[in-house]
């Protein structure tokens, strides 16, 4: 049965400080919902009602585009190892992109990592927690490197060349902020 709280408690923080996966969702009022896994240590809880996650470069950047239409965004946990559990948090968030002059502040939370895009800040509204009995027990074997590698061996210069061509635009035409401010 779900149960809902208003607040991120201790015991749900160190359900999500152990997980290695989660699952971002947004959409603008019109076009496609997105919805994305997401790992490589790039989230943290700054407290029981805000939370950080650090977007890497990738193909698209729908989060980016959609918070700038409607911001809410709905981030979920689920438990592939030990007890049962889905854990979703409702809020709403800002991107905070390199050339922001908070980027520094926000950034500092996070371990320093190739191809770093934006820094989501999310306000934690609602809290819901569900069995997950039928989540698959899964077991984590190492979090892949080829992002981070890729990132790497692209270097700053070319990274901003890609998000040129590749993160201006949502895949239904909307601005997603990368270089604006």
Same mark, same amino acid.
């Given at each position: 049965?779900?149960?809902f709280? *208003?607040?991120?408690?201790?015991?749900?923080?160190?359900?999500i400080?152990? %997980?290695?996966?989660f699952?971002?969702?947004?959409?603008?009022?019109?076009?496609?919902?997105?919805?994305?896994?997401?790992g490589?240590?790039?989230f943290?809880?700054? !407290?029981? @009602?805000?939370?950080?996650?650090? @977007?890497? /470069?990738g193909? &698209?950047?729908?989060?980016?585009?959609?918070?700038?239409?409607?911001?809410? =965004?709905?981030? =979920?946990?689920c438990? +592939?190892?030990?007890?049962?559990l889905i854990?979703?948090?409702?809020?709403?968030?800002?991107?905070?992109?390199? %050339? !922001? %002059?908070?980027?520094?502040?926000?950034?500092?939370?996070?371990?320093?990592?190739? &191809?770093?895009? %934006?820094?989501f800040? =999310?306000?934690?509204?609602?809290?819901q927690?569900?069995? &997950?009995?039928a989540?698959?027990?899964?077991?984590?074997?190492? !979090?892949? *490197?080829?992002?981070? @590698?890729?990132?790497?061996?692209?270097?700053?210069?070319? #990274?901003?060349?890609?998000?040129?061509e590749?993160?201006? /635009?949502?895949?239904d035409?909307?601005? /997603?902020? #990368? +270089? !604006?401010?």
């Amino acid at each position: 049965m779900a149960k809902f709280y *208003d607040s991120i408690n201790a015991t749900l923080q160190e359900f999500i400080s152990n %997980q290695k996966i989660f699952f971002v969702s947004t959409a603008a009022e019109t076009g496609r919902i997105n919805l994305s896994p997401k790992g490589m240590d790039s989230f943290r809880i700054v !407290d029981e @009602n805000k939370v950080l996650w650090l @977007n890497l /470069t990738g193909s &698209g950047n729908e989060t980016a585009a959609h918070i700038q239409q409607v911001n809410r =965004m709905t981030i =979920m946990f689920c438990a +592939f190892e030990g007890n049962p559990l889905i854990l979703r948090l409702y809020g709403t968030a800002r991107a905070i992109h390199t %050339q !922001d %002059q908070d980027w520094d502040q926000y950034y500092a939370h996070f371990n320093a990592t190739a &191809g770093a895009r %934006q820094i989501f800040e =999310m306000h934690v509204e609602s809290v819901q927690t569900s069995c &997950g009995f039928a989540v698959p027990l899964m077991d984590y074997q190492e !979090d892949r *490197d080829i992002l981070k @590698n890729w990132a790497e061996k692209k270097g700053e210069k070319a #990274i901003k060349e890609y998000w040129e061509e590749k993160n201006v /635009t949502s895949i239904d035409g909307l601005p /997603t902020g #990368i +270089f !604006d401010r």
